[in-house]
């Protein structure tokens, strides 16, 4: 219709009963029935408002209107004051064994029976319109939907907070959020509030490494560690208590980004994290993680050599192993980001019979604050009852009323115990299935203080420092470096530099050096020794045991390139799961050699190296020509080499090598860079680019 023209009205059509009984108020999706208003109301026209005449006002009788733009004006609730940035699946999970040993917990002893999930990740600090890439901590939250109700496992992807009490939260969240007089910078650690509350409080600094460690920058949430943070307990059916540390574990392996890629990648896809969660779902490369456990005794727990009331502590896996007990996998995609994703409502306290808290006092005080945040952001008592949050076992109780109650309650009884009517929902005892809170013993002094364990701000921090390989321990100076040099207040920087001491002397030797600061007297510090020096298992570069499933390979051609190579390419790149694209001087086809045109997936003017896990140049004289003298496919092979990343060429195309300024010949810079050879790739060399891939990084190379 062009403008000007009058739309044509149609008569409705007829509903029918099939699709009439096919509503769900939950599920909106009937793009061929009649537009109606929230009451059901068909509504004629769309386009026009209520006016008197067609060059009069607008009529305050136009209940359609205004229902639209309230409606409209009322679709932003408040965002999550952390963790507002997020991305959500839907998954199931199974146990791989009974665990009645350690937990009463009906969804952990059924191996046949899959429990459905919703999992949430997010960046912790930036707003909701920041980047996925930004140097942060990520949540990890999943609602497992039992039949003995929601149990909510929220954490991050760190197993420290950088926080001992609840009653400093709001100061860390205020000091690390953007500057309120300025309201910059978003998304970022780096800047003087931040680190004036860290400086000022050392308990913090070992959850500062963390962040500043190849941890705050995941390569993909699908590869992505997870953690409880806290010491749960868990109560089996005899009564027999177990402390118990939450792990996960991603299937794929746990891997990074590099520091300069992370940047880019705000700028080329700020969404880079979401699409690809998104997408991996879609094409059925669906993310698993398998969940684990540490296990201390409750009669242990006293006497163990880490407080395990203390979240800026972690349980080394050499001290106690993590166990496995089972698997999740996320196989479907949100269908509605805001009442998913956005509406979705976590709580620690959600919590089922066989699993209970600690006294640790960040989850004392997250137990309060998770319903409160909620009251404001979902409009009242009631966020229960959204679809995303409802339980899927039966919901029996006597509250009732409030705003957006949904449930349409009969009866008229509203009370227990109740002698009328039927009775009321009654109490259901602990040997029935009924929740019962682990009687801790208590009894001492009410007291605003700490435990000496936990001024132990430092032990850990240094043998997480201590358990890096030099090339993570490099990425830690260099992180610090950009976070501090972003300071304008140097009394804070100097502060800083003055408690990285009391890590490693080396460390902070590193930093004031490239900071041209003094390094200042050592704080006075109680080092409390650990039982162990250094814990291989806290280091990344030791954890990639996989292999090249679901990555990106980057295939560089141009009209002329061999196709035996790039078939040879795809045979054996996607029997081992990766996928590969196709990157040409322009989008359209290409012609190779001999042989049929092909479709390119991408011009290189649209992408860039970041985008992708690994890099390949089919040979082929006039490919290697013009992928050589165009600066796009220069920039792109010096970035993914910069960033560690594996190459492989046939021989022909080692010009587009060197026009990037790499001499595979070179002992400092072939590492990771595979060539092949004068009649192809060969089976050894692609074997051996596999291999390269499954590194994922190659920092040995130099560059």
């Known amino acids: 219709m062009t403008f000007g023209q009058r739309q044509h009205r149609s008569p409705l059509k007829k509903i029918d009963k099939a699709s009439k009984d096919a509503r769900s108020p939950d599920r909106i999706e009937r793009p061929n029935e009649p537009l109606t208003t929230n009451q059901g109301l068909p509504i004629a026209d769309n386009q026009n408002s209520l006016k008197a005449g067609t060059r009069g006002p607008t009529l305050l009788e136009d209940f359609i209107l205004r229902e639209k733009i309230t409606s409209f004006d009322h679709e932003r609730i408040p965002e999550r004051i952390v963790h507002a940035r997020g991305s959500g699946a839907h998954g199931h999970f199974r146990v791989y064994t009974s665990q009645r040993e350690i937990t009463s917990a009906k969804f952990l002893q059924d191996p046949k029976a899959s429990t459905p999930v919703f999992v949430r990740f997010s960046t912790v600090v930036g707003g909701a319109g920041s980047a996925d890439t930004v140097r942060d901590l990520r949540g990890f939250a999943v609602k497992f939907y039992t039949e003995e109700g929601n149990y909510d496992l929220v954490g991050n992807n ?408 790039l078939h040879a390419l795809q045979k054996v790149l996607e029997a081992a799961g990766a996928s590969v694209v196709l990157i040409a001087p322009h989008l359209g086809t290409v012609r190779p050699r001999e042989g049929d045109e092909i479709a390119a997936h991408h011009g290189v003017a649209t992408v860039s190296s970041v985008l992708f896990d690994a890099v390949a140049i089919p040979g082929g004289t006039a490919s290697r020509t013009t992928l050589a003298s165009m600066p796009l496919f220069v920039r792109f092979v010096q970035e993914a080499h910069r960033h560690g990343k594996a190459l492989v060429s046939g021989l022909e195309g080692t010009s587009l090598l060197r026009a990037a300024g790499i001499d595979a010949a070179d002992p400092s810079q072939k590492e990771g860079v595979v060539e092949g050879s004068r009649i192809g790739f060969a089976k050894p060399e692609l074997s051996a680019f596999v291999a390269a891939v499954a590194a994922h990084r190659h920092w040995g190379r130099g560059s």
């Open 158 to 565: 760190v197993p420290v907070f950088f926080i001992q009490d609840a009653m400093k939260f709001p100061d860390f969240v205020h000091a690390a959020k953007p500057e309120p007089d300025r309201a910059i910078p978003q998304a970022s650690s780096a800047h003087d509030t931040f680190w004036d509350f860290v400086s000022l409080n050392p308990e913090t600094i070992h959850a500062v490494t963390w962040a500043m460690s190849d941890r705050g920058i995941p390569r993909s949430y699908r590869m992505m560690q997870g953690f409880g943070v806290h010491t749960f307990r868990f109560v089996n059916e005899a009564g027999v208590v177990h402390r118990v540390k939450l792990h996960w574990k991603p299937l794929l392996g746990t891997h990074s980004l590099a520091w300069e890629e992370a940047q880019l990648l705000a700028g080329q896809d700020a969404d880079f994290h979401r699409r690809d969660l998104w997408e991996a779902i879609a094409s059925g490369a669906f993310p698993e993680y398998e969940l684990g456990v540490q296990l201390i005794r409750e009669e242990d727990a006293d006497a163990f050599p880490i407080d395990l009331l203390d979240p800026t502590k972690l349980v080394p896996e050499e001290l106690v192993p993590v166990i496995p007990i089972g698997r999740m996998v996320l196989d479907r995609n949100p269908e509605n980001y805001f009442a998913e994703t956005e509406q979705v409502a976590f709580h620690p306290a959600h919590i089922v019979p066989g699993i209970d808290f600690s006294e640790d006092p960040l989850l004392q005080g997250r137990l309060f604050s998770y319903t409160d945040t909620q009251l404001i952001r979902l409009g009242g008592p009631n966020f229960h009852e959204l679809p995303i949050n409802r339980a899927h076992s039966p919901v029996n109780n006597l509250q009732r009323d409030g705003f957006m109650r949904q449930t349409i309650h009969k009866g008229r009884i509203a009370y227990e115990p109740s002698g009328i009517d039927g009775g009321s929902p009654r109490q259901l005892p602990r040997a029935e299935g009924g929740f019962e809170s682990y009687a801790a013993p208590l009894g001492e002094a009410k007291i605003r203080d700490r435990n000496d364990s936990f001024f132990d701000h430092f032990s850990q921090a240094r043998l997480f420092w201590r358990s890096q390989t030099p090339v993570e321990q490099d990425n830690i100076v260099g992180a610090c470096l950009f976070e501090l040099g972003k300071l304008a207040s140097p009394i804070v920087r100097q502060r800083v530099a003055d408690m990285l001491q009391n890590i490693d002397a080396d460390l902070a030797e590193r930093v004031v050096t490239a900071l041209g600061v003094p390094l200042g007297k050592l704080p006075a510090t109680e080092h409390f020794p650990l039982p162990i020096a250094s814990s291989p298992a806290l280091s990344m570069h030791n954890r990639q045991e996989c292999g090249i499933a679901t990555r990106k390979i980057a295939v560089l051609l141009a009209d002329g390139f061999e196709a035996a190579d």
